[in-house]
């Protein structure tokens, strides 16, 4: 695979990262097969994976480092994230000096290694001062545990935010953003995207496949369910108008595919490396199937016509469904705060 640049800072990145949610209790439990697919990806070209604390509460972080103690360490640019809780603890989560500190300790022990390539805030805590939060990652930085940070899922105003309190405090700054971003989620094209290029910041986005809509499982004559439809029903139940709209953009996307000559996840992960400011694109692969069927994305390079069409069955800058954009502020999420108390 042609490696593109994290940003500006001069990694070298595949353009497909292996991203290791599914690996564990929450996906696939065979952690020999794990390591499989991990190979399978390495031996394709990837050389990035990206994994999180959170993730089957440290299990992914475990299979990933049975992986790379087989591995040359140095060729592999390994991500992980800290915010989630993990555990009963009250204090064992968030974003404050005390956790970030601790918990870059634990994920260093599981996955096996002395230094994390790139360590990302996995969510924005609006109890914590951003100014802590770098704090503590430039001390990791400076104590060589980690090598870059970044931010995930964060809004534009946030990522600005991080970036002039860097620059005024003498922080480490966020050199990357971890963003929610398919043909299905787009709103991030509008705000996020034009702030990550101007200040320079890798994008690696997840869920290119919008959850699984984009895999295949979804539209006329499937079945229309998933395996997060039972724990997420607001992004699937088809009741709700917002996911019936996606349903009939899947429809049309899954036609257009098949006039492009291409898979349907094809032509999802190809429209999501198009974005000049992408540097690579999380896929999460569960099986080997669900890897291969993926590998070849990087090789397609989208007609204008297909693109254009695109744009008209999702319009850029938009959500189908605002609840696929990962994070909401609690001006928003709760109505408590746009209210005024009732006597």
Excluded at 129 to 147: I, M, N, Y
Excluded at 188 to 213: C, F, K, N, Q
Excluded at 235 to 257: E, S
Aim: proline share 5%; with cysteine.
């Amino acid at each position: 695979m042609e490696l593109h640049s994290l940003g500006k800072t001069s990694i070298k990145v595949s353009p497909l990262c292996l991203g290791a949610m599914m690996f564990g209790a929450w996906g696939n439990t065979d952690h020999d097969d794990s390591v499989r697919i991990i190979n399978r990806a390495l031996d394709a070209g990837i050389n990035f994976i990206d994994t999180a604390d959170v993730y089957s509460q440290g299990e992914s972080e475990i299979i990933v480092g049975k992986a790379l103690s087989a591995l040359d360490r140095s060729r592999v640019v390994l991500a992980t994230k800290v915010h989630g809780r993990m555990g009963d603890d009250p204090n064992a989560e968030g974003n404050s000096r005390r956790w970030i500190i601790a918990e870059c300790e634990n994920s260093l022990r599981r996955l096996g290694t002395d230094y994390i390539d790139l360590y990302q805030i996995h969510r924005p805590d609006e109890s914590v001062d951003v100014d802590e939060t770098l704090g503590a990652l430039s001390d990791l930085v400076h104590q060589g545990k980690v090598r870059n940070i970044g931010s995930s899922t964060f809004p534009a105003e946030q990522i600005v935010e991080a970036q002039w309190v860097a620059a005024r405090r003498g922080h480490v700054r966020f050199t990357t953003e971890q963003p929610p971003y398919s043909i299905l989620v787009r709103g991030i094209e509008r705000d996020v995207l034009p702030v990550a290029e101007t200040y320079g910041m890798g994008v690696i986005p997840w869920s290119p496949l919008a959850g699984g809509w984009l895999a295949g499982g979804f539209g006329e004559g499937q079945k229309n369910t998933s395996r997060r439809s039972v724990m997420l029903p607001g992004r699937y139940d088809l009741t709700v108008p917002a996911n019936q709209r996606k349903l009939d953009a899947v429809n049309q996307l899954t036609a257009l595919a098949k006039e492009a000559g291409v898979t349907l996840i094809e032509l999802s992960l190809a429209f999501a490396l198009e974005h000049p400011t992408i540097s690579s694109v999380i896929i999460g692969p569960r099986t080997m199937e669900q890897l291969e069927s993926q590998l070849s994305a990087p090789d397609i390079r989208l007609d204008t016509a297909v693109l254009d069409r695109i744009d008209e069955i999702v319009a850029p800058g938009t959500n189908v469904n605002v609840t696929d954009a990962g994070w909401a502020p609690s001006v928003l999420a709760e109505p408590s705060r746009r209210r005024r108390p009732r006597s």
